[in-house]
């Protein structure tokens, strides 16, 4: 089967750094990626890891670890607008089925 | 580019009447995908096209849906006849390789209650 772990709420303050954990086990693996998500909103596309390492694209992070089965998203200098939930992806079978996680809820408070 | 667009942005209906959700995903982007979310089952992957073909409709709920993508511009998902537990925001996303990326591009959604 295919499954994706996260945490289902973390809660931090501005100014701070939160760490977003994924865990997946699916039958192939293509890429991990990961989505924010605003209440009422669409998601919105944040970032991508195909090989090991560290992506950085400005106060967002993501990080992978085939060996493990395990990615991470680090959210720096959080603002209030950060609040949303995020989602990390897995593109599994070369590309031909594509699994969610459940979405970790984020609550950034003053 | 205007991104993905959906309609209608909100759907009423009553059981057993046939529902029609329709996309238009980015132009040039060769690959769409269709997704339910609700609270309990969270995002979910009903079909996916690749170059207008269904590749992979192993997430449609039951014979009641239905998706086509009879052109590069335009899909649409049908639901008939329509139940209280298909109540959810269905999503369409478009995406095309960019930079060695893939990138989904999600439409706005249809919120769509079924009494």
């Known amino acids: 089967g295919q499954s994706l772990e996260q945490p289902s709420e973390v809660t931090a303050v501005e100014g701070a750094i939160v760490q977003i954990n994924c865990t997946y086990q699916?039958?192939?693996?293509?890429?991990l990626s990961w989505y924010q998500q605003h209440d009422g909103g669409a998601p919105t596309f944040l970032s991508y890891n195909a090989l090991d390492g560290l992506e950085e694209t400005g106060r967002f992070s993501s990080f992978l670890s085939r060996s493990d089965s395990y990615g991470y998203l680090l959210l720096q200098e959080l603002q209030m607008k950060d609040s949303a939930s995020y989602f990390c992806a897995v593109r599994d079978n070369y590309g031909q089925n594509f699994v969610f996680g459940p979405g970790t809820r984020l609550s950034v408070l003053p | 580019d205007a991104g993905v667009i959906q309609s209608p942005r909100h759907e009423v209906t009553e059981m057993g009447q046939e529902v029609t959700l329709r996309c238009k995903p980015i132009s040039g982007h060769n690959s769409l995908f269709w997704y339910r979310q609700t609270m309990m089952r969270g995002l979910e992957l009903l079909i996916y096209f690749n170059n207008n073909v269904p590749i992979d409709d192993s997430g449609m709920p039951e014979d009641r849906f239905s998706a086509k993508m009879p052109n590069a511009s335009f899909s649409t998902l049908k639901i008939q006849p329509s139940e209280p537990r298909d109540s959810a925001v269905y999503f369409c996303?478009?995406?095309?390789?960019?930079?060695?990326?893939?990138?989904?591009?999600f439409g706005p959604g249809t919120r769509l209650l079924v009494l």
């Open positions: 699916t039958s192939g693996f293509y890429g």
């Open positions: 996303a478009s995406s095309g390789l960019a930079g060695g990326q893939e990138t989904q591009y």
